[in-house]
């Protein structure tokens, strides 16, 4: 669930799995899974996953948890935002 006031992102509520590879060289890829929450302004990242390798187990922990303080718009987003308004400016001088 996304939730925008006047048209501004406020608040996701999400629950997804996730995959992290990590690049072993000449030993492939290693995917751990794991799972991302936001609810909020509060973010989860909970990934505890052990795969098998040559040289024994290889286990992956990613406990990460935090806070987001503003949601700020991507660039390209603001610019497209902006782009209306500059071209509005040039066309009344003209």
Not at 2 to 25: H, K, P
Not at 61 to 71: F, I
Request: without cysteine; negative net charge; hydrophobic residues 50%.
């Amino acid at each position: 669930t996304v939730t925008l006031t006047d048209g501004l992102l406020t608040s996701i509520d999400l629950t997804t799995s996730v995959v992290f590879s990590a690049d072993f060289g000449g030993f492939g890829l290693a995917p751990f899974a794991g799972n991302l929450t936001i609810a909020g302004r509060q973010f989860d990242l909970q990934i505890d996953d052990t795969v098998p390798s040559l040289a024994g187990p290889i286990n992956f922990v990613a406990d990460l948890s935090g806070t987001v303080n503003a949601v700020v718009p991507e660039p390209t987003a603001a610019l497209l935002t902006l782009l209306p308004l500059v071209q509005g400016l040039f066309l009344r001088r003209r």
